[in-house]
T-cell receptor, first 112, second 113 residues
Framework: DAKTTQPTSMDCAEGRAANLPCNHSTISGNEYVYWYRQIHSQGPQYIIH???NNETNEMASLIITEDRKSSTLILPHATLRDTAVYYC?????????????FGQGTILTVHP | DAGVTQSPTHLIKTRGQQVTLRCSPKSGHDTVSWYQQALGQGPQFIFQ???????QRGNFPDRFSGHQFPNYSSELNVNALLLGDSALYLC????????????FGQGTRLTVV
């Protein structure tokens, strides 16, 4: 699975959009971009995933660049409850096994 | 619909002892993966079970073993515990063979003293 690079930490004001970047310059054609987050003392929570098209669900939007070498997770209206560690993971798709390779992630702190 | 459940939530063991952790997957899921998360680190993949067999394994010693039962629940066993085995152990379930999300339990906090 391709390696990802994320900023160590980011801050965001409550009610504003949080934009979390991820670099995955060595991604290959069949690899998907997944985002998970982990709120303190809880198990990781799935947010969203995509291959090459932008994706949106009730939690967030995922913007993947045309060359697929980077992506941005967008939380449109951050709340205090969005404070967490956010992990960007690249994983082979199709009928691959479910192994997830976590890095250090980005600590997002949402301020009042 | 119950999500992924793990037991116990907390556990304290002595060096050299053995421990068994348990996981019940989300309803409808047939694949269980185990992860170890040391303090301040991201989760590290231990192994994955599908159809009662270990399908994939991470870089963990043989002291770490597992089992999956016909009802898809799973156990993680760790023998000869070391202080360094102290961590949060997470179980994740998913639907085998599909590129879908994994659902995680709340984890078991293991402390080795």
């Amino acid at each position: 699975d391709a390696k990802t690079t994320q900023p160590t930490s980011m801050d965001c004001a409550e009610g504003r959009a949080a934009n979390l970047p991820c670099n995955h310059s060595t991604i290959s054609g069949n690899e998907y971009v997944y985002w998970y987050r982990q709120i303190h003392s809880q198990g990781p929570q799935y947010i969203i995933h995509g291959l090459k098209n932008n994706e949106t669900n009730e939690m967030a939007s995922l913007i993947i660049t045309e060359d697929r070498k980077s992506s941005t997770l967008i939380l449109p209206h951050a709340t205090l409850r969005d404070t967490a560690v956010y992990y960007c993971i690249v994983r082979a798709g199709g009928t691959s096994y479910g192994k997830l390779t976590f890095g250090q992630g980005t600590i997002l702190t949402v301020h009042p | 619909d119950a999500g992924v459940t793990q037991s116990p939530t907390h556990l304290i063991k002595t060096r050299g002892q053995q421990v068994t952790l348990r996981c019940s997957p989300k309803s409808g899921h047939d694949t269980v993966s185990w992860y170890q998360q040391a303090l301040g680190q991201g989760p590290q993949f231990i192994f994955q079970y599908y159809e009662e067999e270990e399908r994939q394994r991470g870089n963990f010693p043989d002291r770490f073993s597992g089992h999956q039962f016909p009802n898809y629940s799973s156990e993680l066993n760790v023998n000869a515990l070391l202080l360094g085995d102290s961590a949060l152990y997470l179980c994740a379930s998913s639907l085998g063979g599909h590129n879908t999300e994994a659902f995680f339990g709340q984890g078991t906090r293991l402390t080795v003293v």
